[in-house]
């Protein structure tokens, strides 16, 4: 998981690695149930997405603002509300193949 997320910080704008870190939390929350159909709860302060995605607090500001206006994701008060699952997918470059969940890494 550590060389997944040393390739996207590497590979990726900041809007891909915020749609990547996104992408991965709404996929583990979805393995415990704590995910809804269209997004999920994340008690995260701008300053904090920055840091998790390698950025400035003022440039999240600005992601967050821009996936908002594509339409892709909501990030408000708390709530993660996903728009376009395919477009945030994409946008992040995210397969959940490495997570151990439901892919072949899945623990029995």
């Not at 920055?50 to 440039?59: K, L, N, V, W, Y």
């Not at 008060?77 to 969940?101: C, E, M, S």
Request: one cysteine or more; charged letters at 25%.
């Amino acid at each position: 998981m550590h060389r997944e997320w040393i390739m996207k910080l590497e590979r990726l704008s900041a809007d891909g690695r915020l749609a990547h870190l996104v992408a991965e939390l709404w996929q583990r929350l979805d393995f415990v149930d704590l995910a809804s159909e269209n997004g999920f709860s994340l008690p995260l302060t701008q300053q904090e997405l920055a840091d998790a995605c390698g950025t400035t607090s003022i440039h999240m500001n600005r992601v967050v603002k821009k996936l908002r206006e594509t339409g892709v994701v909501d990030i408000s008060r708390g709530q993660v509300t996903v728009l376009n699952k395919k477009a945030l997918k994409a946008l992040g470059a995210f397969n959940p193949a490495y997570l151990y969940g439901q892919g072949p890494l899945k623990l029995t």
